[in-house]
C-alpha cells in the first residue's frame, strides 16, 4: 500500500473516531462510526489473501446491519422525542435499540459472532486496530445513554464475560484468543456502566494499555499460533519473561495491574446488591484465566524439539521500536500500589 494512501487511511480513522466523541447529534456521531468502518476496510484487505477478503466481507456485512439498525433507532427517537440529541433518549424502544446496534459494532455477546472469525483473518497491526481504536467510537455512545432499567446492560456484560471465557478454550489460534478476550473485558466494562460511568473508563483504559502490550509482544516474535509461542526464547529472552505477567495480568491475578478494574467492579456490585451477578462473573473469569495460563505455560515452560538453527536472533540489532512495548508493559504489570491516585484521577 502507497505510503500516501496508508496515511491517508489513518487520518480518517482518527477523524471519524474524533467526529463522534465531539458529536451531540446522532447523524454526526453515525457519520464518524461510518468514516472509521469505511478507513479500516482498506487495511484489512492490504494482505490480498482469501482469508483477509472473507473477514473483510463479513466485518462490513455486520457493521452495515448495526449501522442500519443505529440509524433506524437515531431517526425512531427524533420522530418521538422531536430532537436529535444523543442525551435525549428515554423511550425504552429507541433505547434497546441503540445499546444492541452499539453491542453489535463493539463485539458483545450474543451479538459477538463476527468478531473471532474477523481477527483470525487479519494481521496483529490491523488486529490491534481492530480491538482497540474501533472499540472507541460505539463506546463513547454507549456511555452517553443511561437506560432507566440497567437489565440490558448487565444481561449483555454477563453474557458477554460468559462467552469470552468459553469460546477461547479450545483455541490454538492466537488472534482467535485475543478476539474472545476482548469480549470478556468488554463484557466487564459494560456490567459496570449502569452503576459507576468512572469505573468503567478505568476498565477501558486498562483494557487498552495490556491489550496493546499483549499485541505488541507478538508482533515482535512474529506468531499467530501457539505452538510457535516455544520457540520465542529464541528470539527475545526478555519477553519470555514479561509476556506471562501480562497475560496474568489481562487474567486479572494479584498483584497485577488487570486485577484492579475486576476488584473494584465485584466490590461496586457488591454494594448495589448484586452479588450473584458478581460471584458469575468472578467464576466466569476463571475460564478466560484458563487459556491465559495455557499460553504463559507454552511460553515459559515448553521446548521445541530442536534448537532453531544458525545465529539466535536476540543476538542481532532489535528492528522495531520496542519504547511503547515498554511503557505499556511496566503499566500493565506494576500500577496496582498507584490504585488511590488512580481512583481520584477517574472519580470526577
Same mark, same amino acid.
Given at each position: 500500500?502507497a505510503?500516501?494512501v496508508?496515511?491517508?487511511?489513518?487520518?480518517s480513522?482518527?477523524?471519524?473516531?474524533?467526529?463522534?466523541?465531539?458529536?451531540?447529534?446522532?447523524?454526526?456521531?453515525?457519520?464518524?462510526?461510518?468514516?472509521?468502518?469505511?478507513?479500516?476496510?482498506?487495511?484489512?484487505?492490504?494482505?490480498?489473501?482469501?482469508?483477509?477478503?472473507?473477514?473483510?466481507?463479513?466485518?462490513f456485512?455486520?457493521?452495515?446491519?448495526?449501522?442500519?439498525?443505529?440509524?433506524?433507532?437515531?431517526?425512531?427517537?427524533?420522530?418521538?422525542?422531536? /430532537? $436529535?440529541? &444523543? =442525551?435525549?433518549?428515554?423511550?425504552p424502544?429507541?433505547? +434497546? *435499540?441503540? #445499546? %444492541?446496534?452499539?453491542?453489535?459494532?463493539?463485539?458483545?455477546?450474543?451479538?459477538?459472532?463476527?468478531?473471532?472469525?474477523?481477527?483470525?483473518?487479519?494481521?496483529?497491526?490491523?488486529?490491534?486496530?481492530?480491538?482497540?481504536?474501533?472499540?472507541?467510537?460505539?463506546?463513547?455512545?454507549?456511555?452517553?445513554?443511561?437506560?432507566?432499567?440497567?437489565?440490558?446492560?448487565?444481561?449483555?456484560?454477563?453474557?458477554?464475560?460468559?462467552?469470552?471465557?468459553?469460546?477461547?478454550?479450545?483455541?490454538?489460534?492466537?488472534r482467535?484468543?485475543?478476539?474472545?478476550?476482548?469480549?470478556?473485558?468488554l /463484557? $466487564?466494562? &459494560? =456490567?459496570?456502566?449502569?452503576?459507576?460511568?468512572?469505573? +468503567? *473508563?478505568? #476498565? %477501558?483504559?486498562?483494557?487498552?494499555?495490556?491489550?496493546?502490550?499483549?499485541?505488541?509482544?507478538?508482533?515482535?516474535?512474529?506468531?499467530?499460533?501457539?505452538?510457535?509461542?516455544?520457540?520465542?526464547?529464541?528470539?527475545?529472552?526478555?519477553?519470555?519473561?514479561?509476556?506471562?505477567?501480562?497475560?496474568?495480568?489481562?487474567?486479572?491475578?494479584?498483584?497485577?495491574?488487570?486485577?484492579?478494574?475486576?476488584?473494584?467492579?465485584?466490590?461496586?456490585?457488591t454494594?448495589?446488591?448484586?452479588?450473584?451477578?458478581?460471584?458469575?462473573?468472578?467464576?466466569?473469569?476463571?475460564?478466560?484465566?484458563?487459556?491465559?495460563?495455557? =499460553?504463559?505455560?507454552?511460553?515459559?515452560?515448553?521446548?521445541?524439539?530442536?534448537?532453531?538453527?544458525?545465529?539466535?536472533?536476540?543476538?542481532?540489532?532489535?528492528?522495531?521500536?520496542?519504547?511503547p512495548?515498554?511503557?505499556t508493559?511496566t503499566?500493565?504489570?506494576?500500577?496496582?500500589?498507584?490504585?488511590?491516585?488512580?481512583?481520584?484521577?477517574?472519580?470526577?
Amino acid at each position: 500500500m502507497a505510503p500516501f494512501v496508508y496515511s491517508t487511511l489513518i487520518i480518517s480513522l482518527g477523524l471519524g473516531t474524533a467526529m463522534t466523541f465531539a458529536s451531540t447529534h446522532w447523524y454526526l456521531a453515525w457519520m464518524g462510526i461510518e468514516i472509521n468502518t469505511l478507513a479500516i476496510i482498506p487495511l484489512m484487505t492490504q494482505n490480498h489473501n482469501p482469508r483477509a477478503i472473507e473477514a473483510t466481507t463479513k466485518y462490513f456485512f455486520a457493521q452495515a446491519t448495526a449501522s442500519a439498525t443505529l440509524l433506524f433507532a437515531a431517526v425512531s427517537n427524533a420522530f418521538l422525542t422531536g /430532537g $436529535w440529541d &444523543i =442525551l435525549q433518549i428515554n423511550h425504552p424502544l429507541t433505547s +434497546t *435499540l441503540t #445499546t %444492541l446496534a452499539l453491542a453489535m459494532k463493539i463485539g458483545l455477546a450474543p451479538l459477538h459472532s463476527w468478531m473471532p472469525e474477523v481477527m483470525q483473518g487479519l494481521s496483529l497491526l490491523t488486529g490491534l486496530i481492530l480491538s482497540t481504536w474501533q472499540k472507541l467510537a460505539p463506546f463513547c455512545l454507549i456511555y452517553q445513554i443511561q437506560p432507566d432499567n440497567p437489565n440490558v446492560f448487565i444481561t449483555l456484560g454477563l453474557l458477554s464475560v460468559i462467552v469470552g471465557g468459553w469460546g477461547g478454550f479450545n483455541q490454538v489460534q492466537l488472534r482467535k484468543i485475543l478476539a474472545y478476550s476482548s469480549i470478556a473485558h468488554l /463484557g $466487564w466494562m &459494560i =456490567l459496570i456502566l449502569p452503576f459507576s460511568p468512572p469505573l +468503567t *473508563l478505568l #476498565t %477501558l483504559f486498562t483494557y487498552l494499555m495490556m491489550t496493546f502490550s499483549l499485541f505488541s509482544s507478538f508482533m515482535l516474535v512474529r506468531t499467530t499460533h501457539i505452538n510457535s509461542l516455544s520457540i520465542s526464547w529464541a528470539k527475545i529472552p526478555t519477553l519470555t519473561a514479561s509476556v506471562p505477567l501480562i497475560l496474568l495480568s489481562l487474567g486479572g491475578l494479584p498483584p497485577l495491574t488487570g486485577f484492579l478494574p475486576k476488584w473494584l467492579i465485584l466490590q461496586e456490585l457488591t454494594k448495589q446488591d448484586l452479588a450473584p451477578i458478581a460471584t458469575l462473573a468472578a467464576l466466569s473469569s476463571l475460564f478466560s484465566l484458563y487459556f491465559y495460563l495455557r =499460553l504463559s505455560y507454552t511460553m515459559t515452560l515448553t521446548m521445541p524439539p530442536n534448537n532453531p538453527a544458525g545465529t539466535l536472533p536476540w543476538r542481532l540489532n532489535p528492528q522495531h521500536n520496542t519504547l511503547p512495548l515498554a511503557l505499556t508493559t511496566t503499566t500493565t504489570i506494576f500500577l496496582l500500589p498507584a490504585t488511590p491516585t488512580i481512583l481520584a484521577l477517574f472519580t470526577f
